[in-house]
C-alpha cells in the first residue's frame, strides 16, 4: 500500500524559523476563516522572494485554516471546505504523523487565540491529546471574547460552543468548565443590553442546550427582550425570544408557562405577516407565509381555536390576493453555462429565506403529461429504437429490470411500458441538467452568500406539516448538509424520511395507511402502496407524485430509496443527480405549505393563469404541487 503524502512538504526544523502570528496582523478579522487569505498572502511573498521553507510553512497553514468547521456535530467538528465527486480540501485524517508533530511545534509558537484553539483541537481530535484539548478549549472561549467586539457575532457563538463541548470532555465539574460557562453567561449579560440583535439569543440557546445558567433569570429575561422588541415593532425578535424563553420554562418543566409563551410567540408571527402586508410596498405572498407558520405555531401551542378559525380565514383572504404578486418568465433551450450564471444570478444578493424560496421554486416540476408527448414524439421519429424491448443493468452488469418495447402493446402493458419510458427520459436527460444548470449553481452562489448553520436553517423545519413531529432534527441536519454540498450526509438522511412524511400527510388527511393482515397486525404500507391509494391525488400533485416516484422507487427512473435502502450507493454516486434532485424536492416541500390551500381559495379564472405562469420571478415564489396541509404546497 502506498505510504500517504504529508500535506506540510518541509521539514521540522525551519517551522521554529518563520513568526506565524505576523501575517495577521492585517486579516480582516480574528478567526480562521479570515486568516486563510492572510497566509496565502504570506505564502505567495515568500514564493516571490525565493523562500521556499517559508512558503511551505504558510501553505500548510493556509490549509489548515481552510478546514471548515462543523460545530453542530460535536463528535465529527470538522469537514472539506469543498468537496467534489473525486476529490476534496484538506481535512484533519489526511494529516501524517509528520504533519501532526509540525502541528504541536505551530500550536506552541501561535499567540493568537482562534489559531491557538484550531491548531490544539486538531490534535485533540487526532490524537486525544488531552494537554491539547484543555488548551483548545481555553483558546476557544478567548478567541469568542475577541469575536464578540466584532460584526460576527454567530462565529462568537460557535466558538463558544466549541470551547464549552471541550471542556466538558474533562468535567463538568472542573474549574475549566466553570469559567467558560462564566464567560458565556458574561457575554449574555453585555449583549441583552444591546438596542436590537439576536446575539442574546443565541447566546442563550446555547446555554439552554448545554444546561446550564439560571432557568427563572433567564426566562424572565428573555420574556423582557420580547416584550421590549414587540413594542419596537420588531415581531421577528421578539417571536425568537418568545421560544427562547418557551424553551427555558420546558428546562423548568413550568408547562403553564411554556405555552403562554409558545402562544405569545405565535400572535408575534401573527403580528410579523399583518405588518408585512401594510405600509409602501406590501407583499401578500410573505404576509401568507408568516400567516401559515403563525396559525400552525398556534395550533401546535394548543391556542385558543376560534383564534385558529378566523386566521385561518383571513389566510384564505390574502392568498387570494397574492395572485397578483406572480409574474411569469420565459425560458428557453439555452447553453448549460448561461442557465447556470442566470441560476446564480436568481438567488444572488437575496436574504436567505428569500434566496432558497428562488432556489426551490426557480425551475418547474416534470409534467407527466409533458413528458408523455414528448416520448411520444420521440418513438414517433425514431420507431426502429422502440421496437424491442431493453434491459436495465447495474453497476456488476446485472440486470434489475426490463423496459419493454412501446410498440406491439396495448391496454394497460402500453400504458405501463410508456410511464416507463418516462421515468428514464427524465432520469436520463431533464433531470440531471435541472441539477447540474440550476440547482447545483443556484446552491452554491447561497453558499457563498450566507454560509447558513443549522439554526439558519431552523425556519424551514419548525412548525412544518410536511415534517412529522420529532423528526425535525433529521430534515434540519439533511438540509443543512446538502446546502453545504454534503450530499453523503444529505442523501442517507433525507431520502428515507421522504416515506413517512408522506404518511404522516396523509394521516393528517384522515387516509389509513395501514394494512390489517388475518393475524392481528396493523403494519404501515410501503412507499410504493402508499402511491397507490386513491386520495393521495387529492392531497398531493400530479407533478411532485411523479417526481417522488421517479426519484426514488422506480427502476426506469433513479430508483435512489431503494438503492440507498440496500447500500447499493457509492460514495461518488452521493454527488449526483439522484441525491442532488431528491435534496431539492425535500427543500421545495418543506418550504411554505401554507400554498396548499391556494387553488381551494382562488377563483376559477386565477387558478387557470397561475397554472400557465412559470413558478417564480426574481422575487416571487408560486404554487407547488399538493402536499401537507390538503391543497397546493409551495
Request: proline share 6%; net charge negative; glycine share 6%.
Amino acid at each position: 500500500m502506498k505510504a500517504p503524502e504529508n500535506v506540510y512538504e518541509g521539514d521540522l526544523e525551519s517551522l521554529t524559523t518563520v513568526d506565524i502570528n505576523a501575517p495577521l496582523g492585517s486579516a480582516d478579522g480574528p478567526t480562521c476563516y479570515h486568516f486563510v487569505d492572510s497566509y496565502r498572502a504570506a505564502r505567495r511573498a515568500a514564493e516571490s522572494s525565493g523562500r521556499k521553507p517559508d512558503a511551505l510553512i504558510f501553505q500548510f497553514l493556509e490549509k489548515l485554516m481552510a478546514i471548515a468547521e462543523s460545530f453542530d456535530t460535536p463528535a465529527s467538528p470538522f469537514r472539506p471546505f469543498w468537496r467534489a465527486s473525486d476529490a476534496r480540501s484538506t481535512i484533519p485524517e489526511d494529516l501524517t504523523s509528520h504533519d501532526l508533530a509540525a502541528v504541536r511545534i505551530l500550536a506552541g509558537a501561535s499567540t493568537v487565540p482562534a489559531v491557538t484553539a484550531r491548531l490544539n483541537d486538531l490534535l485533540w481530535h487526532r490524537q486525544n491529546d488531552v494537554p491539547c484539548g484543555l488548551a483548545a478549549a481555553e483558546a476557544y472561549v478567548r478567541a469568542a471574547r475577541l469575536t464578540h467586539s466584532t460584526a460576527s457575532p454567530d462565529l462568537s457563538v460557535s466558538a463558544y460552543a466549541r470551547g464549552l463541548y471541550l471542556a466538558r470532555q474533562f468535567g463538568p465539574k472542573k474549574q475549566l468548565y466553570s469559567d467558560a460557562s462564566a464567560a458565556i453567561e458574561e457575554a449574555v449579560a453585555s449583549a441583552a443590553a444591546l438596542p436590537d440583535g439576536f446575539y442574546a439569543l443565541r447566546l442563550m440557546e446555547l446555554m439552554v442546550s448545554a444546561g446550564i445558567g439560571d432557568k427563572e433569570k433567564y426566562a424572565r429575561l428573555a420574556a423582557d427582550i420580547a416584550n421590549d422588541a414587540k413594542s419596537k415593532g420588531q415581531f421577528h425578535r421578539a417571536r425568537c425570544y418568545w421560544e427562547l424563553e418557551a424553551s427555558w420554562r420546558h428546562k423548568a418543566k413550568d408547562r403553564a408557562a411554556q405555552q403562554a409563551a409558545l402562544i405569545l410567540a405565535a400572535e408575534a408571527q401573527i403580528a410579523e405577516a399583518e405588518k408585512r402586508m401594510a405600509g409602501a410596498s406590501p407583499s401578500y405572498l410573505a404576509g401568507a407565509s408568516l400567516l401559515s407558520k403563525g396559525i400552525e405555531a398556534l395550533r401546535q401551542a394548543e391556542g385558543d381555536e376560534t383564534r385558529v378559525l378566523q386566521l385561518r380565514a383571513r389566510l384564505n383572504e390574502i392568498q387570494i390576493s397574492s395572485m397578483s404578486e406572480f409574474e411569469t418568465i420565459a425560458t428557453g433551450k439555452v447553453d448549460i453555462s448561461e442557465s447556470a450564471s442566470g441560476a446564480r444570478e436568481h438567488v444572488a444578493g437575496k436574504d436567505l429565506p428569500m434566496a432558497l424560496l428562488c432556489l426551490a421554486f426557480g425551475v418547474e416540476l416534470s409534467s407527466p403529461e409533458d413528458v408523455r408527448k414528448s416520448v411520444l414524439k420521440i418513438a414517433e421519429s425514431t420507431p426502429f429504437l422502440h421496437l424491442m424491448g431493453t434491459g436495465i443493468v447495474d453497476h456488476k452488469g446485472r440486470r434489475i429490470a426490463r423496459k419493454e418495447a412501446l410498440f406491439g402493446l396495448d391496454g394497460i402493458e402500453k400504458e405501463k411500458a410508456l410511464e416507463a419510458e418516462c421515468f428514464a427520459h427524465e432520469a436520463q436527460f431533464h433531470w440531471p441538467l435541472r441539477a447540474e444548470a440550476f440547482i447545483e449553481p443556484a446552491r452554491g452562489q447561497i453558499l457563498i452568500d450566507h454560509r447558513p448553520s443549522l439554526r439558519d436553517l431552523h425556519f424551514v423545519v419548525e412548525n412544518n406539516p410536511f415534517v412529522p413531529p420529532g423528526h425535525e432534527g433529521l430534515f434540519l441536519r439533511g438540509l443543512h448538509a446538502g446546502i453545504h454540498g454534503d450530499f453523503q450526509i444529505a442523501a442517507h438522511l433525507l431520502t428515507p424520511q421522504i416515506e413517512n412524511s408522506i404518511r404522516h400527510v396523509l394521516e393528517a388527511h384522515g387516509v389509513d395507511v395501514s394494512n390489517l393482515k388475518s393475524d392481528g397486525t396493523q403494519p404501515v404500507k410501503m412507499l410504493g402502496s402508499v402511491f397507490d391509494l386513491p386520495r393521495i391525488g387529492e392531497i398531493f400533485e400530479e407533478q411532485i407524485l411523479f417526481e417522488l416516484r421517479g426519484c426514488l422507487i422506480e427502476k426506469t427512473g433513479f430508483d435512489f430509496r431503494n438503492r440507498i435502502a440496500h447500500g447499493f450507493v457509492s460514495e461518488p454516486e452521493c454527488f449526483g443527480p439522484p441525491a442532488i434532485t431528491i435534496w431539492w424536492l425535500v427543500l421545495r416541500l418543506c418550504l411554505f405549505p401554507f400554498y396548499l390551500k391556494l387553488h381551494a381559495a382562488t377563483p376559477a379564472k386565477a387558478r387557470e393563469d397561475s397554472a400557465s405562469a412559470a413558478p417564480m420571478t426574481s422575487e416571487n415564489p408560486s404554487p407547488v404541487p399538493d402536499s401537507a396541509d390538503g391543497s397546493q404546497q409551495e
